[in-house]
């Protein structure tokens, strides 16, 4: 039995997002149908995390167990004749047996893009948010500050994401490794966020509070108090989805 890792990538406008759903398009049930042509036998991809519905990614991972010998550079060939051209495989290898696209993930890296001019072109539409006055980089900054190490982030959880009375080792507590705000190009900004993971909208309720602040709508001190509060009601409007990309896993 071999164990197969690939690295995907995907545009999330049509995908009510990773996750296999009844009654709705995804990623997952997109790959795992092919797969199953090409092995001849149902497929159950194991995926490192969800993203929402309109969420793209470049370096989503997942893996799969099969008996197929079929070599992996075949494999891409073959998955990304058959996929939609929204879905793309970029790599495959064969991993020790081990190996769990969700259980052995060590991080994981998301940006968030805005375009801050008064006219955004029709081609950035899906995947940057339109923003037309720059945010006050002084109030940005320092929120960005407060949010890196080790912290409580109930407050940027979405509302019954999960059973809060079931048993959890860490809860809400993230280790946030990086959290910056930079220019890429010509009026379009991208706030990166690389953490140890992520509570569900856990990086766009933290972009919608981010915006506030950078609006003048909300202080630097208000922000540190959304995060000591561990309330999600404390914190501000949750952010579009398709700003936001799965970049990379780290293992």
Not at 15 to 43: C, D, F, H, M
Not at 93 to 100: D, L, T
Not at 149 to 168: I, K, Q, V, Y
Request: with cysteine; hydrophobic share 35%; charged share 20%.
């Amino acid at each position: 039995m071999r164990n197969i890792k690939l690295t995907i990538a995907y545009d999330g406008t049509d995908y009510s997002g990773w996750q296999r759903q009844k009654n709705a398009i995804t990623v997952q049930e997109e790959i795992e149908r092919r797969l199953q042509i090409i092995t001849n036998n149902p497929v159950s991809l194991i995926g490192a995390g969800r993203t929402d519905t309109g969420v793209h990614a470049r370096g989503m991972i997942a893996n799969f167990h099969t008996e197929t010998a079929i070599p992996c550079p075949t494999l891409i060939k073959g998955l990304n004749g058959l996929l939609p051209r929204s879905i793309r495989i970029m790599d495959a290898c064969e991993e020790v047996r081990g190996f769990h696209a969700r259980f052995s993930a060590k991080a994981k890296t998301y940006t968030y893009s805005l375009f801050t001019g008064s006219v955004q072109p029709p081609m950035q539409r899906l995947y940057s948010v339109h923003l037309p006055h720059l945010p006050q980089q002084a109030s940005l900054h320092p929120c960005l500050e407060k949010i890196t190490g080790t912290h409580d982030f109930a407050s940027f959880e979405a509302s019954g994401s999960r059973d809060l009375n079931a048993p959890s080792v860490r809860g809400s507590v993230r280790t946030f490794y990086e959290a910056t705000f930079t220019k890429i190009a010509t009026e379009t900004y991208q706030f990166q966020f690389t953490a140890d993971g992520f509570l569900r909208h856990m990086v766009r309720n933290i972009v919608g509070t981010l915006l506030e602040t950078g609006k003048g709508r909300r202080s630097v001190l208000e922000f540190e108090q959304i995060l000591q509060a561990k309330e999600r009601s404390a914190a501000g409007p949750t952010a579009p989805a398709h700003g936001l990309v799965l970049e990379k896993i780290f293992y």
